[in-house]
């Protein structure tokens, strides 16, 4: 059983940057990622972290933007999100366990984080 911890959510303006995290515990996985959901709207893939072989994939809409990144010491995952736009304004969760050829299926996801909020203000 995997346990996800997020953090470092907030309010920013746009164009600005933050960095939130997330702490894994309990088990290993094939690669972490990040979604996120803005009210009324479906689960969003935003990014994705293969956790052996380090390589990542972007959603459309954060690519040149955003970046994820992994420390396996402290089996935490990053996104840093730059040049933040009002549209990126959702609950950010973070994710793990699904397989190779699953990762971009949010319902392939078996472990979630409680989510952190992140409002970018106009």
């Known amino acids: 059983q995997v346990q996800l911890v997020e953090s470092g959510g907030g309010l920013v303006q746009a164009g600005g940057s933050l960095r939130i995290s997330c702490a894994a515990s309990?088990?290993?996985?094939?690669?972490a990622a990040w979604f996120r959901q803005a009210p009324g709207k479906e689960r969003e893939l935003v990014a994705v972290?293969?956790?052996?072989?380090?390589?990542?994939y972007y959603g459309d809409s954060v690519k040149g933007r955003f970046t994820i990144s992994r420390d396996s010491a402290k089996k935490t995952v990053y996104l840093q999100m730059m040049s933040l736009k009002p549209e990126d304004t959702a609950v950010y969760y973070c994710?793990?366990?699904?397989?190779?050829?699953?990762?971009?299926?949010?319902?392939?996801?078996?472990?979630w984080g409680q989510g952190t909020q992140v409002t970018v203000s106009s």
């Open positions: 994710a793990a366990g699904a397989g190779v050829l699953t990762i971009q299926i949010p319902s392939a996801y078996r472990y």
């Open positions: 972290v293969r956790w052996s072989a380090g390589s990542t």
């Open positions: 309990g088990g290993t996985f094939y690669a």
